[in-house]
């Protein structure tokens, strides 16, 4: 399995909703990482795990909070939302934090209305 | 901090013609170097990257790109385009010491009949 999967493609949710979104991977690769996509922009760096443990945040608000249950599984936790938190939100992996061999997942396209 | 400039922000080319994309990269040491390419709503590919050794570097799907160290350069070819070409392409550095991977602003590439 060489693949990053994500769900759900797509979510919309009110600004009061909680919802998760979900990555996993079985490449046996001990870095995660969340990247947000505007329309027309490149990816910009959320959050990096490194062995299961929060390794970089890019001062990202408290409203996005992620987790990592396992090696395989990578979760982003929202709540409280605003309108401007919708884009793509991509996860990757790769063998470890530093190794620039990511491979991306499909993403997750979020609208908060 | 390592960063990346694709000066093209759109290139319209007609199926078959030759296709370049440019790339500079600014960083004080030897760099990793990626191009990665995005269909709509879909996640990032890897096209081919370059960590050292031979500066012309082969990839998937005919691609290929050449490290200038001169120029500060890493541009994107395909010697004949075709229609499954049209997307978005963004270069990418990485530093050594670092866990970032530093994304430019992407160029859309338009294939015409």
């Known amino acids: 399995d060489t693949e990053v999967t994500q769900t759900p493609k797509h979510l919309v949710m009110g600004m009061t909703n909680k919802k998760s979104l979900k990555c996993e991977q079985h490449?046996?690769?001990?870095?995660m990482y969340w990247y947000k996509q505007k329309a027309k922009k490149p990816p910009e760096l959320m959050f990096v795990y490194s062995y299961e443990k929060l390794s970089i945040n890019e001062s990202v608000p408290s409203r996005f909070s992620p987790e990592c249950p396992n090696s395989s599984l990578l979760n982003l936790h929202l709540h409280a939302l605003q309108p401007e938190d919708s884009a793509l939100y991509l996860c990757?992996?790769?063998?470890?934090?530093?190794?620039?061999?990511?491979?991306f997942g499909s993403g997750t396209r979020l609208t908060v209305v | 901090a390592q960063s990346v400039t694709q000066p093209d922000i759109h290139i319209t080319v007609s199926e078959g013609a030759s296709l370049e994309l440019r790339c500079n990269y600014s960083?004080?040491?030897?760099?990793?170097l990626f191009w990665y390419v995005q269909s709509p709503g879909q996640g990032l590919q890897l096209l081919l990257k370059?960590?050292?050794?031979?500066?012309l570097v082969q990839g998937i799907k005919g691609f290929e790109a050449e490290f200038k160290r001169s120029q500060s350069s890493f541009n994107l070819r395909k010697p004949s385009v075709h229609w499954s070409d049209a997307a978005e392409y963004f270069c990418a550095v990485g530093a050594s010491n670092d866990y970032k991977l530093s994304f430019g602003a992407g160029t859309t590439v338009t294939v015409r009949a």
């Open positions: 990757a992996s790769s063998q470890a934090q530093g190794d620039y061999g990511y491979t």
């Open positions: 370059y960590f050292s050794g031979d500066t």
């Open positions: 490449m046996g690769h001990r870095a």
């Open positions: 960083y004080g040491a030897t760099p990793y």
